[in-house]
């Protein structure tokens, strides 16, 4: 069945997005319900993969979304600064929020929070876990999910100028580069390390 255009938006394929995340954030929440206080909800950390599932769909969802929606865009001066406005605008403000008032809630209930990490979590720079763990966790931990959509915005803004089919196609060889890279290259530094990893794929 074709898909229902309604205000220039992809009806289904809309709501196939907001299943994914709906999916995502009930698991989240589950999860941290099981580390709290008790059993998650009905969900178990072999649920994880399903979580996993939901947020590939998400993000190639996305990406579908950009390439319609920025229509207009391709090779349009400007178009580069409008795109990242426009995304920064749409994401950054309910991050900040979110993870202010996760800052607050710990402050509130005595729990010593790193000012530092606090910086890097709200402006998405990578760091290494203690211990050298090989993880981003942000302190509102879903935020990892928003570096790497950030980051793929970053690279689709960057190539606006080059056409619809251009774009596509470079952003796709940049991020199929560095997913590869994974497997040579093992980088000390942190940014590196995590624009490097096969989830970009």
């Known amino acids: 069945m074709a898909d229902q255009v309604h205000d220039n938006k992809l009806v289904s394929i809309q709501l196939l997005r907001a299943l994914a995340s709906a999916y ?5 929440m589950a999860w941290a319900f099981a580390d709290h206080v008790g059993e998650g909800l009905g969900f178990s950390q072999e649920d994880t993969q399903y979580g996993q599932v939901a947020v590939a769909v998400f993000f190639v969802v996305s990406g579908y979304i950009m390439v319609v929606s920025s229509a207009r865009m391709f090779g349009q001066p400007g178009a580069t600064r409008a795109f990242w406005t426009r995304r920064a605008v749409r994401i950054l403000p309910p991050y900040w929020l979110a993870t ?3 800052v607050f809630w710990l402050l509130f209930l005595g729990i010593a929070v790193d000012a530092g990490r606090v910086v ?3 402006f998405f720079i990578p760091f290494w ?3 050298g763990s090989l993880r981003y966790t942000p302190i ?7 570096f790497y959509e950030l980051f793929f915005y970053f690279l689709f803004g960057l190539f606006l100028a080059l056409g619809r089919v251009r774009t596509v196609l470079a952003t796709s060889a940049v991020l199929t580069a ?3 890279a994974s ?7 942190a940014l590196i390390y995590f624009i ?3 989830i970009l794929l």
């Open 24 to 28: 995502v954030s009930v698991a989240h």
């Open 100 to 102: 202010a008032g996760l």
């Open 120 to 122: 890097q979590s709200l």
């Open 129 to 131: 876990e203690g211990g």
């Open 140 to 146: 509102l931990w879903p935020g990892w999910t928003l």
């Open 178 to 180: 560095l997913s590869l």
């Open 183 to 189: 497997l040579v290259v093992q980088p000390e530094i």
């Open 196 to 198: 490097t990893q096969p």
